[in-house]
């Protein structure tokens, strides 16, 4: 109790009785906190260049991302791995979403599961997880036991461990090698970590998988060039990216990524430089699958 009585997170800040004000009110005021958290994070950017270059590296050689929190900072890390398939065409497995309680406290609170130590060494043990991959808990204290023990064993097993807190300095962030704590004071509710510090969370777990993947190669001119066209939205939005970068209309956008199985990348690469469907894999592959390199690789002179 002593302990959380010194978290920034668990602070009331003095704005007066809410619930006696307008609804307007609230909104505005509620609005006026949630602007601080960009500038939070911003204040950050030097670790999460670090975390971010850290992660391009280990993927690089096969590595995956696995995140794990408890509660709001689960969820936060299970809807972020969860999205990077359909958004970057990603293996399914190379990132991962832990929580604490399972898959269940995705939707239902398990409130005491945030408090077991060894529940995520033993999901982190399922995952084999080791030196080619990187370990991003979250919790907004900075202290759930959960995250404490899943990046100790994770920093034990060799990968390399990132930590994201509210408070600094941080339980998670002095286990971790690169401690991210973005401190956005007290929360509009008091003790409501959902709020401002999930919202912190949010954005910081967005630019780690986001910025990766552009460093991997999956977009092109500010592009997604690695989607998977799996239904009919999607398949509209391949047509109409291949259009704006191969600078082609929709029959012949069509046509190529037909004849590619598809892939938007290789459609692109195909009409960019001319190369035959059958060799566009093989050209992808020489160039680490960034399609800019491989269209200058392709390009005539």
Same mark, same amino acid.
Do not use: W
């Given at each position: 109790?002593?302990?959380?009585?010194?978290? =920034?997170t668990e602070q009331a800040?003095q704005?007066?009785d809410?619930?006696?004000?307008?609804?307007?009110e609230?909104?505005l005021?509620?609005?006026?906190?949630?602007?601080?958290?960009?500038?939070a994070?911003?204040a950050?950017a030097?670790e !999460? $260049?670090?975390?971010?270059?850290?992660?391009?590296?280990?993927?690089?050689?096969?590595?995956?991302?696995?995140?794990?929190g /408890?509660? $709001?900072?689960?969820?936060i890390?299970?809807?972020?791995?969860?999205?990077?398939?359909? =958004?970057?065409?990603?293996d399914p497995a190379l990132i991962?979403?832990l #929580?604490?309680?399972?898959? %269940?406290? #995705?939707?239902?609170a398990?409130?005491? /599961?945030?408090d077991?130590e060894?529940?995520?060494?033993a999901?982190?043990?399922?995952?084999?997880?080791?030196?080619?991959d990187v370990?991003?808990? #979250?919790?907004?204290?900075?202290r759930t036991?959960y995250?404490?023990g899943?990046?100790?064993?994770?920093?034990e097993?060799?990968?390399?461990t990132?930590? !994201?807190?509210?408070?600094a300095?941080?339980a #998670?962030?002095?286990i971790a090698?690169?401690?991210?704590?973005?401190?956005?004071?007290?929360e509009?509710v008091?003790?409501? $970590?959902?709020?401002?510090?999930?919202?912190a969370?949010?954005?910081?777990?967005?630019?780690? %998988?986001?910025?990766?993947?552009i460093?991997?190669?999956? $977009?092109?001119?500010?592009?997604?060039v690695?989607?998977?066209?799996?239904?009919?939205?999607?398949h509209?939005?391949?047509?109409?990216t291949?259009?704006?970068?191969?600078?082609?209309d929709?029959?012949?956008a069509?046509?190529?990524?037909?004849?590619v199985?598809?892939?938007v990348k290789?459609a692109?690469l195909?009409?960019?430089?001319?190369l035959?469907?059958a060799?566009?894999?093989?050209?992808?592959?020489a160039?680490?699958?960034?399609?800019?390199?491989?269209? /200058?690789?392709?390009?005539?002179?």
């Amino acid at each position: 109790m002593d302990e959380l009585a010194t978290l =920034t997170t668990e602070q009331a800040e003095q704005r007066g009785d809410l619930d006696l004000l307008g609804t307007e009110e609230l909104v505005l005021a509620m609005n006026a906190e949630d602007r601080r958290v960009p500038e939070a994070v911003a204040a950050r950017a030097p670790e !999460i $260049t670090r975390a971010i270059d850290g992660i391009v590296e280990r993927m690089r050689r096969g590595g995956r991302l696995v995140y794990l929190g /408890a509660g $709001t900072a689960g969820r936060i890390g299970v809807l972020d791995a969860s999205e990077c398939p359909p =958004t970057f065409g990603t293996d399914p497995a190379l990132i991962v979403g832990l #929580i604490a309680g399972g898959d %269940t406290a #995705i939707r239902e609170a398990v409130e005491n /599961a945030e408090d077991d130590e060894d529940g995520a060494p033993a999901q982190l043990a399922a995952l084999a997880v080791g030196p080619a991959d990187v370990v991003v808990g #979250i919790s907004a204290s900075g202290r759930t036991p959960y995250a404490v023990g899943g990046l100790r064993y994770a920093r034990e097993h060799g990968a390399l461990t990132i930590a !994201i807190a509210s408070n600094a300095p941080s339980a #998670i962030g002095a286990i971790a090698d690169i401690a991210i704590d973005v401190v956005v004071g007290p929360e509009f509710v008091a003790g409501s $970590t959902r709020l401002k510090s999930g919202t912190a969370q949010k954005l910081v777990a967005n630019m780690l %998988t986001t910025i990766s993947m552009i460093k991997l190669g999956k $977009t092109y001119q500010g592009i997604m060039v690695d989607l998977q066209a799996t239904n009919r939205k999607l398949h509209a939005r391949s047509v109409r990216t291949i259009m704006a970068l191969a600078e082609v209309d929709a029959d012949t956008a069509s046509e190529a990524l037909s004849a590619v199985g598809g892939s938007v990348k290789q459609a692109i690469l195909v009409l960019r430089t001319g190369l035959p469907a059958a060799a566009a894999p093989a050209a992808l592959d020489a160039a680490d699958g960034v399609l800019r390199a491989a269209i /200058a690789a392709n390009s005539a002179a």
